[in-house]
């Protein structure tokens, strides 16, 4: 018997761990787009830069 509800903790704190992940993505998210709003010239150049380090990367 305690092997199974070893098992079923183990299954809640996952369960937990992959909400609370979720939810930190989710708030991040928010957190980005607000920032995006807040500040856009900054915004605009962030996402100028991440262009060209993904440009310089590329491999023909």
């Known amino acids: 018997m305690a092997d199974g509800d070893g098992e079923r903790s183990h299954?809640?704190?996952?369960?937990e761990r992959r909400r609370r992940r979720a939810e930190f993505l989710w708030e991040l998210g928010e957190a980005r787009?607000?920032?995006?709003?807040?500040?856009?010239r900054r915004a605009r150049a962030a996402r100028l830069r991440q262009a060209a380090v993904r440009m310089r990367?590329?491999?023909?």
């Open 57 to 60: 990367t590329f491999r023909w």
């Open 33 to 40: 787009e607000l920032r995006a709003r807040v500040r856009p």
């Open 11 to 15: 299954r809640e704190q996952e369960r």
